[in-house]
Antibody, heavy 123, light 109 residues
Framework: QITLKESGPTLVKTTQTLTLTCSFSGFSLSVRGVGVAWIRQRPGKALEWLAL???????RYTPSLKSRLTITRVPFKDQVVLTMTNVDPVDTGTYYCAHNSPDSRFYYYIDVWGQGTTVTVSS | SYELTQPPSVSVSPGQTARITCSGDVLAKKYAFWYQQKSGQAPALVIYEDYKRPSGIPERFSGSTSGTMATLTISGAQVEDEADYHC????????????FGGGTKLTVL
């Protein structure tokens, strides 16, 4: 059974760097074909895809936030970390990590979600 | 604006058929996926690869596509189906980035 759980600060100050950790079980990110993505949902807004890391350490970022995001895997641990620099109150929201699998056309989709972690950015 | 466009809301009475659309150029070549998000919960996959149902998803949930539009159909909607529904696909950048629609609030009452 695949499970993921997000952790990190609930409150960060404007301009600080936000670091979120995704701890997972039931799969290995070293296995070919696996990916872990981060998605956020700002209050009253739609889901927003942020970043994806593949089993081979290849990475993808949403263009609008690419300069502020870094997704990495933690060596020897079943964890993926997302850092977001220079946060602003508009970054307030719930952040989810999720297991990704390839579809039959080899594009990746989210098949299992974590429960999410809520982050508030305040001055 | 979003690469995938959904109606903000759909409302049906219990037992009626609810249809939620998702349109976008990417759907001409990429699959559509649908997620159900009940209040206060994380999203959950209900349809993948346009029309396939994950195990455990009731048969009343179905998906279809035509051209650049995908449709999620809930036949005989139940009160417990009231939720936000999000469509998802992959963008056309060649970078394999995910994209979501704006979400649709389904009200069943």
């Amino acid at each position: 059974q695949i499970t993921l759980k997000e952790s990190g600060p609930t409150l960060v100050k404007t301009t600080q760097t936000l670091t979120l950790t995704c701890s997972f079980s039931g799969f290995s990110l070293s296995v070919r074909g696996v990916g872990v993505a981060w998605i956020r949902q700002r209050p009253g807004k739609a889901l927003e895809w942020l970043a994806l890391i593949y089993w081979d350490d290849d990475k993808r970022y949403t263009p609008s936030l690419k300069s502020r995001l870094t997704i990495t895997r933690v060596p020897f641990k079943d964890q993926v970390v997302l850092t977001m620099t220079n946060v602003d109150p508009v970054d307030t929201g719930t952040y989810y990590c999720a297991h990704n699998s390839p579809d039959s056309r080899f594009y990746y989709y989210i098949d299992v979600w974590g429960q999410g972690t809520t982050v508030t950015v305040s001055s | 604006s979003y690469e995938l466009t959904q109606p903000p809301s759909v409302s049906v009475s219990p037992g009626q058929t609810a249809r939620i659309t998702c349109s976008g150029d990417v759907l001409a070549k990429k699959y559509a996926f649908w997620y159900q998000q009940k209040s206060g919960q994380a999203p959950a996959l209900v349809i993948y690869e346009d029309y396939k149902r994950p195990s455990g998803i009731p048969e009343r949930f179905s998906g279809s596509t035509s051209g650049t539009m995908a449709t999620l159909t809930i036949s005989g909607a139940q009160v417990e189906d009231e939720a936000d529904y999000h469509c998802y696909s992959t963008d056309n950048s060649g970078e394999h980035r995910g994209v979501f629609g704006g979400g649709t609030k389904l009200t069943v009452l």
